[in-house]
Each structure stands twice: as structure tokens, then as C-alpha cells.
């Protein structure tokens, strides 16, 4: 087992009654957003998927930790938001109608094509929720879909760094099956373009502490480095949280900084190719890394 000091607990956030705040807050988002009567257009699926992780990250950190009904079915719910934004963006616009459930009601929406939530960077946010809740659905509409990212951006007008699209694509080789050579230059490819002179929109600490160490997990998982697996998620963790702990755009308070997905996904993944995680975290919760994974061997897919 690695021994982690600083990364151990959770950092201080400020007033006790913050994370409530929050939780409360959530909550109360998310039933609003459920009760509207309006059409579940990019926008609005956008609000209820953001609101839905910060349901499931409230309700943790709210909860000391312990991995409740409440995180799973937020994280469920979050991620077929993921799936349906994604399946109604790979169909042509205003031809196709789809019908989901998210906490137990019904809901419509209809078909996008391209949107500007669909983009690289939310293929990889919608990936690690996918990969942690081990949810197949999420992971083959991601793995199947296909877009001119950088195309894509400029008609929609969002702005991303290279680095991300191909990231992304590294994922979907996994996603699909491949191994060996192409996967490896892929994820080299990646690392490469993670230079924070070819960064400008990510920006170089944002890059460096939070981005190119979860790059770094997935080069372990494609090369097979076993022993080396539990150092870099040590060293990721340890890099998250001296991002978020400095005291500039009050990220202490910042929902990433107390569930890194970004390297709680890719932990996942490792776990389900045999991989020793060799680290114990607050930021890691047990639960969300191994119960899941345990039922599904088990032949439980709840």
C-alpha cells in the first residue's frame, strides 16, 4: 500500500454549513429543473446534468465520505443525461424523438445533432462519470460517436485545446477494443500536445496539475505499468489537490477538487483490468472505486 499524507483527507473548505448549503441547493436545482414544463433542449439538459453532479458530490462530502443511495442515484441519473446528450447529438436535428428517465420521471427531448455540450472536453467529463459508475449504456453511445470536434467548435463556438480531442479519440480506441502499438502512439500523441505552449486555452497550471497527470494514468493502463499505476495516482492526487487548495478563484470550494473524476475514471478503468490502485483517499472513495465493479462480477448489475 502507497502511503499518501497530504492527500489523504479532505481539505478545508471554508464555513461549516458550505457543503449543506450546497447539497440544499442541489437538490432543490434539480427537483425545479425536473418540474419545468419547457422543452428539453442542449441548455436544459446541460443545467440538469451539472446539477445532478453536484447532487452526487454535495450529498459525499455532505455525508463524511460514505458512498449513500443518494450519490448513486445521483451519479446514475447524471449519466443518462450524459448518454441522451449524446445519442440526441449523433442524429440529425429536429428528426428523431427520445424518451428518458431521470428519478423516476418521464421525459422527451428530440434530436440535436452537434450542440456545444457535446464537444471533447464534456466526452471526457461524460466518460469518467461513465467509467466510475461502470454504466455500459454512457460508454458505448461515447465509444460510437463520431464528430468533426475541431470542425464542430467553430460552428458552435467553443474553444478547446488539441490535446483534448485526442485524448478523447485514445479513449474511444479503448472503448472499442484496441490494444498494442496504435492505442500507445495515441496516448504519446497526446501527452505531446499537453506542452502548455500548445495549451492556451486549458492554461499551463491547469494543464500540468489537474490534466497531464490523469494522461498519465491512461499511458499506465495502455503500457501495462502495473508498479508504476499506484506512484501516478498518487501523484495525481497529490497534484489536484495542491490545485485546488490555493487560495485564487475560490477553488478550495470547488466541486472538482473534492471528487477529482478526472482521476477517479480512469482509477476505475485500471481496477477493472486487474490493476492495484495502492493508494487509500478520501478523494478515492472505496465504494465508488470497487462496490460497483464487485456486483457486476457477481452477476448483480444493480
Known sequence: MVNIVDAERWHEWGPEDY??????EAREDVEDLLGLELPWNSDRIHDLQVELIDLCVWSLVGSGGVVGEEVWSALDAACEVCRVQFVRASLPKG???????????????GSS??????????????????????DRGLLDVLRDFEVEWMRASVEEGVWFDPYQEQWARAWQMLLRGERGEPVAQQVVEVMRLTDPELAPVAGAESVLQTEFPSVRLLWDVVSGSRSEFPVDVRVALEANKEYYTRPVENRVRMREGFVPWQILGPVCAAVDSGFEVGVQSQYLPDALVFDRRDRLRSGDSG
Not at 95 to 109: D, K, N, Y
Not at 113 to 134: E, H, Q
Request: hydrophobic share 45%.
Open 113 to 134: 445533432g452537434p450542440n456545444p455540450y457535446t464537444m471533447a472536453p464534456d466526452w471526457l467529463a461524460a466518460l469518467w462519470l461513465g467509467l466510475v459508475a461502470r
Open 95 to 109: 428528426e428523431h424523438r427520445l424518451s428518458f428517465e431521470v428519478l423516476g420521471r418521464s421525459l422527451e427531448t
Open 19 to 24: 457543503v449543506e448549503r450546497r447539497w440544499n
